[in-house]
């Protein structure tokens, strides 16, 4: 049975975290016509040049508009695996601030002061440590590597069968998508979930449920989802795959710190979302059934209409 891919839901919660981190609109002081000008004003910089001698640069996006006497100018590049003691590599998002007559600075708004290379090359080595020296990181490299990751005030790892959530502000994981088929030491968060669901939820009507175990994530319906974790106060709102007999489920549950829970159930998104799978799979069958009529129609009346005119002809 067709359920939500749940690298595609993670993906999808990241998108909604960095629309809500979006800082306020600010006003338009000159609209930009010519950002390819801005793009070689930045790259003809000298201390850009010197950073692009150490990274690879391969996008770069220029705003529509000065605001404040500044336009935002974001540079990504690919960091060099060599950075990384797992041998990982990063993308990695510069973020300028060009003015017409001062110095370029960086930052979301040029906060960080003015641009040199010792302090991108600095940030980017401490960002790199600061991740993969956190436990729980430490852990799902172990198991699920070779990876490719991204550095931002959220940083992901990810691989084809899972990700991780890194939050530079609070300095913990904050969400993960791992499989079910391993055992998860640095994450004790995950073995209470499970026991809580096995004993409190797979009975009844769940009776012939089981948690996935499959190797894959997405094949075998076997993971365990964490999302919006910012503080060692809070619960851990979990989402875990169940297989059962003749469908697949997901159940929720929060689980504090002290390991009780609370709000134990099933997600009836995913049952919505397979609801609208199914309808939009049976519209399709009726639009197709619908035009394949129409043409039939069409062909036939086509056909009668040349026997009509034959039959006119030959009189």
């Known amino acids: 049975m067709e ?23 600010r006003i338009c002081d000159e609209k930009i016509t010519d950002k390819e000008f801005y793009k070689n004003a930045m790259l003809s910089n000298n201390i850009i040049k010197q950073i692009n001698n150490k990274f690879e640069i391969y996008e770069i996006y220029v705003d529509d508009c000065f605001v404040g006497g500044q336009l935002r100018i974001t540079a990504v590049y690919k960091l060099p ?3 990384s003691a797992n041998n990982i590599s990063y993308s990695y998002e510069l973020l300028l601030s060009y003015s017409r007559d001062s110095p370029l600075r960086w930052g979301l708004f040029g906060e960080k002061g003015l641009l040199t290379y010792e302090a991108v090359l600095n940030e980017t080595k401490n960002m790199i440590e600061d991740v993969e020296t956190n436990p729980r990181v430490m852990e799902f490299i172990s ?37 079910n088929a391993l055992e998860w030491k640095q994450f004790p968060e995950i073995e209470m979930a499970h026991k809580i669901i096995e004993k409190q939820l797979l009975r009844d009507e769940l009776a012939d449920c089981i948690i996935g175990k499959g190797e894959k994530v997405e094949e075998g319906h076997s993971y365990t989802l964490a999302q919006f974790h910012d503080s060692d106060n809070e619960p851990w709102y979990l989402r875990v795959a169940l297989v059962c007999q003749d469908r697949v489920e997901e159940a929720v549950v929060n689980v504090n710190p002290d390991g009780s829970y609370e709000l134990l159930g099933i997600d009836t998104t995913m049952k919505e979302f397979q609801k609208l799978q199914e309808a939009s799979r049976r519209y399709g069958q009726i639009i197709w059934l619908l035009a394949l009529g129409i043409s039939c129609i069409v062909i036939f009346l086509i056909l009668r209409r040349k026997k009509l005119d034959i039959s006119a002809s030959n009189t």
Do not use: C, D, M
Not at 13 to 19: E, M, T
Not at 148 to 168: D, K, M, P, Q
């Open 143 to 179: 198991k699920l590597g070779p990876l490719v990751g991204s550095l931002a005030h959220n940083t992901e790892l990810r691989t084809e069968n899972g990700r991780i959530e890194y939050s530079f502000s609070s300095g913990q994981v904050r969400g993960y998508l791992l499989p």
């Open 81 to 83: 695996a060599e950075l």
């Open 3 to 25: 359920h939500t891919p749940p690298l595609l839901f993670f993906s999808l919660l990241l998108i909604v975290q960095s629309v809500s981190a979006t800082p306020p609109t």
